[in-house]
Every structure is written in C-alpha cells, then in structure tokens.
C-alpha cells in the first residue's frame, strides 16, 4: 500500500501509548490499531481531524504516500 | 461495526412464524410419505377399485404415485425455501446482513421459485387429466394453472434483491477497513 502511516512515530515523539490515544480520540482501539499496522482501507476526515487534534500535528505528519511501496496509480 | 439487535419484534415474530411453517412442512412430507409407501402397498387394491369404478384406465395409478411425488418436491422446495429465509432473518439478528452468503441465498430462493413453478405445471396437468374423474367420484376439482403476476414477481424481487445484497456486501467489505 502506497499510503503510509507514521502514527507510531508521532505517538513515539509524544510519548503516547495507542491506548491513551484511543481514549481521548474516541476511536476503538482496535480501529486505531488496524490503522497503525497499515491494514485500513480508509481514514474518515473525522478520525484524521481527531488524531491531528490531539496529537497536535498536520494530516501530512500522520500519512506519507510510498510509490515503491505499492502498485502504481 | 456489526451488533446485534436484541428484542427486535419483526424479527422474533420472523423467527417464530418461519419455525411454525418449518414444523408444518416437515409434518407434511413426513404424511406424505407415508400415504405414498401405504398406496404402493396395503392401499393399492383398493385404489385400483376405485379407479376402475369411475371408468378411469389404471395407469391412474400411477399418475396419482407421480403426483404425490411431486407434491413431496414441491413440500421439501419449500423447505428449502424457509431455511434460506432463516438464514437471512439469523444473519440480520446477528447484525450482518450484507454478507455474500445473503446474495447467494436470496439468488438460491430465486431458482427455488423457478423450479417450483416447473414442478407446478405437470402437477396441474395431472390434476387436469384426473378432474373428469374426480367429477365421476362426486368431488368438485378447480384447478388453478399457469405463472401468475405475483409469482413472477416475486421470482424478479428475489434476484434484484441478491444483486442488492451483493452489492452492499462489496460496499460492507470496503467499510471493514475504514477507520
């Protein structure tokens, strides 16, 4: 998958743990998980909106975009 | 996220009424065949009697063994039928009705009905051929034949629904993974 997702090394830079995150976030833990290990499908702008929000960062410091990573558009 | 719907009216009365006819149509089968097994032994002679006094050829016989053979095809479609729908009316219970198990049992009741309605017309031509004979017997016969509006209809809901439902399990299967 192209798209990649920097979550652990946001949550690393705040020293913040996925649990916390999901508590204050109100997204499942799970979610946020699926999320972290790069198997979503798809973000809602609300979920990015939440995270951005309280980790305090910018939606392109969350999501990277990999081409060799994945199959080419 | 799927959950399940607790204490859901339609559905419990669903659950109930669709045992109650599972009953009926076991029931059904289950006499059925035993009326079949005793004409083809101890109720034999006696048909035979009967038909002859109604100046009926005795092939009757076996016209009449062909037509309760049907019936019990028509009575197990049937069956098949409600455990299709049981199964869709579980799945919502469960919260996870858009499911390709769902178009396929949708699209199963589909060909159930289609099949059903084949097995119908040599059951009604059978009916036909006894009726002057019943007539004979002093029993009035009104034999309804044919593919209704309704039955149609129902064929056509039932495979538009499994596109439905095929559709919405590839939409289902897209929302899985979003976050």
């Keep these: 998958m192209p798209i990649t997702v920097k979550l652990d090394e946001l949550l690393y830079q705040r020293r913040m743990t996925l649990t916390h995150l999901a508590e204050s976030v109100d997204i499942t833990l799970a979610n946020l998980s699926?999320?972290?290990?790069?198997?979503?499908?798809?973000?809602?702008?609300?979920?990015?909106?939440?995270?951005?929000?309280?980790?305090?960062?910018?939606?392109?410091?969350?999501?990277?975009?990999?081409?060799?990573?994945?199959?080419?558009p | 996220m799927a959950t399940s719907k607790p204490g859901d009216p339609l559905l419990g009365a669903a659950k109930v009424l669709l045992i109650l006819f599972t009953i009926a149509v076991i029931f059904g089968m289950?006499?059925?065949?035993?009326?079949?097994?005793?004409?083809?032994?101890?109720?034999?002679?006696?048909?035979?009697t009967r038909i002859a006094a109604v100046d009926a050829?005795?092939?009757?016989?076996?016209?009449?063994?062909?037509?309760l053979l049907l019936l019990e095809g028509m009575l197990y479609l049937g069956l098949r039928f409600i455990r299709e729908l049981s199964g869709i009316v579980n799945s919502v219970g469960a919260?996870?009705?858009?499911?390709?198990?769902?178009?396929?049992?949708?699209?199963?009741?589909?060909?159930?009905?289609?099949?059903?309605?084949?097995?119908?017309?040599?059951?009604?031509?059978?009916?036909?051929?006894?009726?002057?004979?019943?007539?004979?017997?002093g029993?009035?016969?009104?034999?309804d034949f044919g593919l209704d509006a309704e039955s149609i209809l129902l064929i056509l809901i039932?495979?538009?629904?499994?596109?439905?439902?095929?559709?919405?399990?590839?939409?289902?299967?897209?929302?899985e993974g979003t976050v």
């Design chain 2, 158 to 175: 039932l495979f538009i629904l499994a596109r439905v439902f095929r559709e919405g399990a590839r939409m289902n299967d897209e929302l």
């Design chain 2, 95 to 137: 919260g996870a009705p858009f499911h390709p198990r769902n178009a396929g049992r949708l699209s199963r009741m589909g060909w159930i009905m289609i099949i059903a309605e084949g097995v119908a017309l040599p059951l009604a031509a059978l009916l036909a051929w006894f009726a002057p004979y019943l007539e004979k017997a």
């Design chain 2, 30 to 48: 289950v006499m059925l065949g035993i009326g079949t097994s005793v004409l083809l032994t101890f109720g034999r002679y006696e048909f035979m």
């Design chain 1, 34 to 72: 699926i999320l972290k290990t790069g198997k979503a499908k798809a973000i809602r702008f609300s979920t990015l909106e939440a995270i951005c929000g309280v980790l305090e960062c910018q939606p392109g410091d969350l999501l990277g975009y990999d081409q060799a990573g994945g199959k080419a």
């Design chain 2, 57 to 67: 050829p005795a092939i009757a016989f076996w016209g009449l063994v062909g037509g």
């Design chain 2, 139 to 143: 029993k009035h016969v009104e034999i």
